[in-house]
């Protein structure tokens, strides 16, 4: 069982958008401005969408966007396109027993 | 292009040790922390420690202390993760993962697949 929950499935249609959640404790999300998330497609390693809550990576489209509220983060994906479709997970830094805490990662289909 | 290239695949059994290794390319060796992660099957990724490569200091979760050791080899620009007393539930896909001390991994590995089997 994931530290961080997210949902296990998302879906929209070309040109929608999409949020998923990944909600943590105050442990993690709740109190600290490190979070992460990264898109998986199949068989690929992980790639760094959204970095500290909302700082999108040189060459990361603008339809990516990321926020926070309380002990919950937001992944936000408009103007959805066929090749989305992937796995997405969200990161943490904790101040638990361990540094980083993960998502267990949410499948976005594209209809 | 910076990249983090690992090992093969390895299958072990209980009670033995793993090494899987990470050798980085195109990028300033010392400026970024390797971070290692391991996901199981049909789970999410799990932090196990990282490094800093200017030093070799180590910080490991707490669940891998006593088990884990990172480390890195500044001559070839690789690090190592070594992982003894392995359980069948140690069966996972280990990555290495580029970044700052917190915040975002930028670049992984394309990950290795250790399988503990009797």
């Known amino acids: 069982q994931s530290a961080l929950t997210q949902p296990a499935s998302v879906s929209g249609s070309p040109g929608e958008s999409i949020t998923i959640s990944c909600t943590g404790t105050?442990?993690?999300?709740?109190?600290?401005?490190?979070v992460s998330w990264y898109q998986q497609h199949p068989g690929r390693a992980p790639k760094l969408l959204i970095s500290?809550?909302?700082k999108r990576p040189s060459g990361i489209s603008n339809r990516f966007s990321g926020s926070k509220s309380g002990n919950t983060a937001s992944l936000t994906i408009s103007g959805l396109q066929a090749e989305d479709e992937a796995d997405y997970f969200c990161?943490?830094?904790?101040?638990?027993?361990?540094?980083?805490?993960f998502g267990g990662g949410t499948k976005l289909t594209v209809l | 292009q910076v990249q983090l290239v690992q090992s093969g695949a390895e299958v072990k059994t209980p009670g033995a040790s793993v090494k899987v290794s990470c050798k980085a390319s195109?990028?300033?060796?010392?400026?970024?922390?390797i971070h290692w992660v391991r996901q199981a099957p049909g789970q999410g990724f799990e932090w196990m420690g990282l490094?800093?490569?200017?030093?070799?200091?180590?910080s490991y979760a707490e669940m891998f202390q006593g088990r884990v050791a990172m480390t890195r080899d500044t001559s070839t620009t690789t690090f190592y993760m070594d992982l003894s007393s392995l359980r069948p539930d140690d069966t996972a896909v280990y990555s290495c993962?580029?970044?700052?001390?917190?915040?975002?991994?930028?670049?992984w590995g394309q990950g290795t697949t250790v399988t503990v089997s009797s």
């Open positions: 993962a580029r970044g700052k001390i917190v915040g975002g991994m930028d670049v």
């Open positions: 195109a990028y300033s060796f010392s400026n970024e922390y």
């Open positions: 490094v800093n490569p200017s030093n070799g200091a180590t």
């Open positions: 105050s442990s993690d999300i709740g109190n600290y401005k490190y």
């Open positions: 500290d809550v909302t």
């Open positions: 990161s943490s830094y904790t101040t638990t027993t361990t540094f980083l805490v």
